[in-house]
């Protein structure tokens, strides 16, 4: 470990290059009620009103509703009638992350390596267009019913995507809470599958692992769970992956997947450069974060040396800090954000560091233990 200052670009020189991601273009969360949903992520979250699909634009099956915050771009999808695939994948899951979309230069080739590497076809390359020119998808499978679709957009000068017009809300727009670009992603798989996704991400897609915790790494008395962290060659796209190992008793890693009914998107981190303002925001707007011991700062300093922030108001927001051998990162987890106790949010904000808060997993897991016992699924 003492050596991954040096060694991170070097795994990451692993990462093969048949498979450029330029970055993640959006993540489509399907929902029983998207125009509720955008609300909140407007009024709770600081996004802005984006883009809009639905009757209006010729769109019968399904309503959308983009919103946007810097880099980011949340696409609420939600049937118009029963019997839609989206119905039957909200029917199973509840509200969830469906899609996450990366940007690729050549969405025919993206999907064609895929494929021909092993992944599951969800969507053979499209073509769509309108007057500002057209843009390619196209989509495979990752774990559970998540798929990865591939935007090719450099020949698109439209707002977002042919088929969506643009979202206009003169009368409300509340302002951004700072928040930046996706750092990371984590899904949740079952026992026993992690491998197997690890190699998908490796041979599929061409990522590296650059990080792996284990059950001695990430336990309570209580709960362990295993992670590894897989990147693209850039580094823009991080996808940890959790499964459940053995524990005295349930993880949030087996309620999730007992809840969400089977693998998925646990949580989204968002990245911010000014985490104590961007959460002061958040909490002030209804946002509810995952509680944390006050005992948890007595001895934080002694633990991540000096730090440029007040211990002060990272203490009475609940925001963890950790060190690596690069820097310090500080982070903080939201409740979870629909019904079932099952995706939620991480505010992340790096300073050199580039892990993912290694030492704040006892604290964390507690605090979700904590959550779990109030629900009786611990
Ligand atoms: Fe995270």
Known sequence: MSTLATAIPK????ASDFMPLLGTDYLEFYVSNSKQAAHYYKSALGFQSFA???LETGNRDTESYVVSQDKIKFIFTSPLRSGTDVGKHIEKHGDGVKVTALWVPDATVAYEEAVK???KPYMAPVREEDDNGYVVRSGIYTYGEVVHIFVERDNYQGLFLPGFQKWETPAYNPPSTGLKFVDHMVGNVELGNMNKWVKFYEEVMGFAQILSFDDKDISTEYTALMSKVMSNGNGRIKFPINEPAEGKKKSQVDEYLEFYEGEG?????MATDNIIETVTQLRDRGVEF???PTSYYDLLEARVGKIDEDIEPLKELGILVDRDEEGYLLQIFTKTVQARPTMFFEIIQRKGATSFGKGNFKALFEAIEREQE???TL
Not at 265 to 269: D, I, M, S, T
């Open 11 to 14: 795994i990451y020189d692993q």
């Open 52 to 54: 809009y699909s639905g």
């Open 117 to 119: 590497r092993g992944a």
């Open 265 to 269: 998107v646990q949580h989204v981190a």
């Open 290 to 292: 995952l509680n944390i």
């Open 374 to 376: 109030l629900r009786g």
